[in-house]
Nanobody
Framework: QLQASGGGLVQPGGSLRLSCSAS????????LAWSRQAPRKQRELVAA???????TYAGSAKGRFTISRDNAKNTMYLQMNSLEPDDTAVYYC????????????WGQGTQVTVSS
């Protein structure tokens, strides 16, 4: 089970840190990812991190977002800086064995709204 949190309303240029906690699974063996879905758009991968710490980012996220994991806490993070209105979406965390789009389990999503 995955529980995402940390979303909210932020002004353009601001920052947010999303968290996703896992329970009932061996967290460290899985790849992890954040995806997002904006209204009337398909869900898209934002960032992923492998069990070994390798990372990959969507072009729109490179240089602004950082994905990380803390296996001791069974928690993953997405630090988002320099947020833009186009970043507005529901953000979902996921874990799994497939790379770079782990999809075995999904969290419930957390809303991020970037607006002045």
């Amino acid at each position: 089970q995955l529980q995402a949190s940390g979303g909210g309303l932020v002004q353009p240029g601001g920052s947010l840190r999303l968290s996703c906690s896992a329970s009932g699974t061996i967290f460290s063996i899985f790849a992890l990812a954040w995806s997002r879905q904006a209204p009337r758009k398909q869900r898209e991968l934002v960032a992923a991190i492998s069990r070994n710490g390798d990372t990959t980012y969507a072009g729109s996220a490179k240089g602004r977002f950082t994905i990380s994991r803390d296996n001791a806490k069974n928690t993953m993070y997405l630090q988002m800086n320099s947020l833009e209105p186009d970043d507005t979406a529901v953000y979902y965390c996921s874990i799994g064995s497939d790379w770079p789009r782990p999809s075995r389990y999904w969290g419930q999503g957390t809303q991020v709204t970037v607006s002045s």
